[in-house]
């Protein structure tokens, strides 16, 4: 089973962060958020990885390139010039990283890693900008119980703004639980099979928009409801929201 990461956007709304990174690269608690997306599906037994470069990508390269001597201590010998990195733990992972072009939209990119699933048939894909506590492997059952095309995770919009409880007409906490909106909405965390990428017309498909509709209108688009954390990093104030969680101890996407 792989996991495709769509890790090519912008992430505009976070220039102060990514005027010389990708958004997938943005720290959380000193690693990228696509680290931690990436510990998500490995804590479920998914260990292979596409991801789908675009802006930046040559960060993301350079990451996965260094990963090994940047997770593990590192001893040099300026007399010799010798380096001996000293084995740590790591994952077990392989990870493809793949250029989708900069301008190709989130449908395009999808169309783009085709090649790369080689003979399976049911694949995962996600976004690389938020998190959650979703349970991959329930996801996986669901998905194959149905017998339809394609699963979206259905996940309850996070509140942009925290809460108040009160006691009466008495204020008796202040919330900022991040997860109080109503309603469903598009979580990523999909479970898909090869024939849901024939929807995709070219670079310019908006994967939200002309597929997903399709699927949907011929039937073939289940939802997973997942009432537990969901978080995306689309704004400073999310990613200082995020960071906190994981400074304190309180990150419900930890599941590693």
Do not use: C
Not at 45 to 53: M, N, P
Not at 95 to 104: F, P, Q
Request: no cysteine; aromatic share 10%; glycine share 12%.
């Amino acid at each position: 089973m792989k996991a495709v990461i769509l890790a090519g956007g912008m992430g505009t709304r976070l220039a102060e962060e990514t005027a010389i990174r990708p958004k997938p690269m943005v720290e959380i608690g000193g690693k990228p958020i696509l680290w931690h997306i990436m510990n998500i599906y490995a804590a479920h037994g998914v260990d292979e990885f596409i991801i789908a470069l675009g802006y930046r990508g040559e960060v993301i390269k350079e990451y996965f390139l260094n990963f090994y001597a940047i997770n593990n201590d590192i001893s040099v010998d300026l007399a010799t010039g010798t380096t001996t990195i000293h084995h740590g733990k790591q994952p077990h992972w392989k990870v493809h990283l793949v250029d989708t072009g900069v301008n190709t939209m989130t449908g395009g990119r999808l169309g783009r890693i085709r090649p790369w699933l080689g003979e399976d048939q049911t694949f995962m894909a996600t976004y690389g900008d938020g998190v959650a506590d979703v349970d991959i492997a329930q996801l996986l059952k669901f998905h194959q119980a149905h017998g339809r095309t394609a699963t979206m995770t259905l996940v309850r919009p996070p509140s942009r703004f925290g809460g108040v409880l009160t006691e009466g007409d008495r204020v008796s906490e202040f919330s900022e639980k991040p997860q109080t909106g109503e309603g469903w909405i598009n979580g990523g965390f999909f479970v898909l099979q090869r024939e849901a990428l024939d929807t995709v017309a070219g670079d310019d498909t908006i994967w939200e928009r002309g597929p997903l509709e399709s699927l949907s209108e011929a039937g073939q688009l289940m939802g997973y409801r997942h009432d537990g954390f969901w978080q995306p990093m689309d704004t400073l104030r999310e990613k200082h929201l995020l960071e906190d969680l994981w400074q304190t101890g309180q990150a419900p996407w930890r599941v590693w």
